[in-house]
């Protein structure tokens, strides 16, 4: 099994920072994309930024040059960086990653969810 653990959502204003992290554990034997989507109350997930285990990023046009995704692959762990952030930031903020297991099948895994809140 495997479980992806989010932290570091809460309350920010305007213009503020704040930085997400989620740690992967479990039965893994190489983690390829991992990633982090968002969601608003009555809409569907929406991509933020991913990155490969090879580095490269992809992005939603709306976070360009605010977030900043990375990942320490000793860890597990990927990490996004929020800066200059907006009112319209505010969602409920999902890690994702593609995992392989010890017989190289590939699963989607998504974690719980943790909430960001920017105010005006």
């Given at each position: 099994?495997?479980?992806?653990?989010?932290?570091?959502g809460?309350?920010?204003?305007?213009?503020?920072?704040?930085?997400?992290?989620?740690?992967?554990?479990?039965?893994?034997?190489?983690?390829?994309?991992?990633?982090?989507?968002?969601?608003?109350?009555?809409?569907?997930?929406?991509?933020?930024?991913?990155?490969?285990?090879?580095?490269?990023?992809?992005?939603?046009d709306?976070?360009?040059?605010?977030?900043?995704?990375?990942?320490?692959?000793?860890?597990?762990?990927?990490?996004?960086?929020?800066?200059?952030?907006?009112?319209?930031?505010?969602?409920?903020?999902?890690?994702?990653?593609?995992?392989?297991?010890?017989?190289?099948?590939?699963?989607?895994?998504?974690?719980k969810?943790?909430?960001?809140?920017?105010?005006?």
């Amino acid at each position: 099994q495997v479980q992806l653990v989010e932290s570091g959502g809460g309350l920010a204003q305007s213009g503020g920072s704040l930085r997400l992290s989620c740690t992967a554990s479990g039965s893994i034997f190489s983690i390829a994309t991992m990633g982090w989507y968002r969601q608003l109350p009555g809409k569907q997930r929406e991509l933020v930024e991913t990155i490969t285990d090879s580095g490269s990023t992809n992005y939603a046009d709306s976070v360009k040059g605010r977030f900043t995704i990375s990942r320490d692959n000793a860890k597990n762990t990927v990490y996004l960086q929020m800066n200059n952030l907006k009112s319209e930031d505010t969602a409920v903020y999902y890690c994702n990653a593609q995992i392989y297991n010890r017989q190289m099948r590939l699963f989607n895994y998504w974690g719980k969810g943790t909430q960001v809140t920017v105010s005006s």
